[in-house]
């Protein structure tokens, strides 16, 4: 369905150069679901504009649904639906006349786009808001009526930039729920940016790691976790003495990594160390701890994340404040 | 590309092959419905027009002549360029919140025909000048003013034709600056020269000799000469050259208009 090679764009701000897009090789298939995942300024947005006929490539090429995004834009419009990250209704027109128009705008017939607008209004939770104009929506409302005019003409590849910001719980929880009746409906292939952890791990079959405008990781998320040597082991200990031994003794550990000691004022200090098979290995870490005479606080055994995974690979992690 | 996949056909729904002209109608269509639920904005656009004929146009009879004699007769013809003028010159200023919040690039997503989300929308507003014209005609009439019925038919025409050109350039300003604040005072510069150097409020054969000179490098003065000629039932070559002017910079502005909606996203 999507297939780039070197696709790059840069963008000219004042007198310097912005290299959002360094050279991207991306292929997804037929009926697959897709999550960028990224933090911000990573280039997920350009990416998806540049898939969307949108922008430009400044070089390299894009085929999308069978056809060059440069050569036919309009053949890949037509086959595609695309919610970007702003706000897709005019501010002035009625929620109801800006779907039954999107539809109408797709090639559909006036019975059709009403039958559909009636759908979607219903299904998006969107039917007692329908003859509001849209300033007059909560924006949770208003990101839903995007999500609404991105499927109207059900298309078989849709693009989702960053679709989940401003929902609450449940109205996430539907948008997924309804993509995935989508795809198993009418198979339809989903490429989707997000910050949600939670969301390029649960919902998508397959994440590309996204930083400084390349792929770094691209995987299925058990795949991407598998390369992260470990679970996590975080105990905390009274003092930073007892936490310096403590560190000392959980590298003893078979299969355990380097341990690192967190001090924060007013914070009791703590031991960050990765080992395999976290759950396995806590008695005996405790054991020994007790052994040399350390009396852990706390302690606690994660599974890695892919937020992990993105630590592992930068350096840095994607949520903030938090290391 | 080498490989092409196979994509899945467009879903079974019923779909009819988009035509530009369809594309028009709906754009059209959608610009529509905002003036049709709050017809008070046709009323707001006429206030000034009609603000100038109640308050200024009683000054003219004063300078006697041809001006003074008759002087709506000579009036309205370019208070209705005047209309023309700051009607689609603002244009512009709808698109703006569009282009910020990203509802024209969720447009410049879907198949549309590029020309076709420009001339939609320039036709929208020249059918909302037009219905303003129509009833500052009305007004006029019912206050005693004569006007030959054909020379109002083609001179009402030649607005349109003069506002479809303007309005496409205020959506080019507007493509180009993206902001409020940079939109406003460039519209409003163009604008007031413009109007100034037309003789819409007096007779341009006042002015001393640069003044004048400065007026005929003017496209809307011609505009306003065809006008006057077409109120007073005159069939003379300005009508032809007022025609040429308004046709002139309508071709060319929606040429490069509709190439600037192509480049549109940012
Ligand atoms: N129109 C533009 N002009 C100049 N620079 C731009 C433009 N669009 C994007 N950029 C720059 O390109 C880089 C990538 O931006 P992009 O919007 O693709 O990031 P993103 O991954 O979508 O981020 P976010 O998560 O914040 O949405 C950023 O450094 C951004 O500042
Ligand atoms: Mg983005």
Known sequence: MIHTRELTRTFRVGKRTVEAVRGVDIDVGEGEFVALLGPNGAGKSTTLRMLTTLLEPTSGTASVAGHDVRAEPTEVRRRIGFV??????????????????????????????????????????????????????????????????????????????????????????????????LRGE????????????????????????????????????????????????????????????????????????????????????????????????????????????????????????LDDVFLTLTGRSLREGER | MTATMRTQPPPAAARTRGTTARDVWIVFQRQGRLVLRRPALILFGMLQPVLYLALFSPLLEGLGGPTGEGSWRWFVPGLLVMLALFASGFAGFGLLPELASGAHERLLVSPVSRVALLLGRVLADAAMMFTQMLLILALVVAFGLRIPPLGAVVGLALLVVLGVGLSTLSYLVALAVRQTYVFAPIVQGALMPL?????????????????????????VSYVVDAERALFAGEWGPAVGVGWAVALGLAVVALAVGGRAVRGSAR
């Open chain 1, 84 to 181: 970007g990250q702003g706000h897709g209704a005019g501010d002035d027109q009625r929620v109801r006349d800006e779907l039954h128009t999107q539809g109408l705008l797709y090639g559909l017939d006036r019975r059709t786009a009403r039958s559909r607008t009636g759908e979607l209004l219903d299904l998006l939770e969107l039917d007692e808001a329908a003859d509001r104009v849209v300033t007059a929506l909560s924006g949770g409302q208003r990101r839903r009526l995007d999500i609404a005019m991105g499927l109207i003409h059900r298309p078989g590849l849709l693009f989702l930039d960053e679709p989940s910001t401003g929902l609450d719980p449940q109205s996430r929880a539907n948008l997924w729920e309804h993509v995935a009746r």
């Open chain 1, 186 to 305: 009418f198979g339809t292939t989903v490429v989707v940016t997000t910050h949600y952890l939670e969301e390029a791990d649960g919902a998508a079959e397959r994440v590309l790691v996204i930083d400084h405008g390349r792929v770094i990781a691209d995987g299925s998320a058990d795949e991407l976790k598998s390369r992260v040597s470990g679970d996590l082991v975080v105990f905390t200990t009274e003092d930073g003495a007892a936490a310096d031994l403590g560190a000392k003794v959980a590298e003893a550990l078979p299969s355990a990594g380097t341990a690192e000691v967190v001090a924060e004022p007013g914070r009791d200090p703590r031991v960050r160390i990765r080992v395999e098979h976290g759950d396995a290995a806590l008695p005996g870490l405790l054991r020994s701890l007790d052994g040399a005479g350390v009396a852990p606080l706390s302690v606690a055994v994660s599974r890695p994340t």
């Open chain 2, 195 to 219: 109007m100034l150097l037309s003789g819409v409020l007096l007779p341009m054969d006042l002015a001393p000799g640069w003044l004048y000179a400065l007026s005929r490098l003017n496209p």
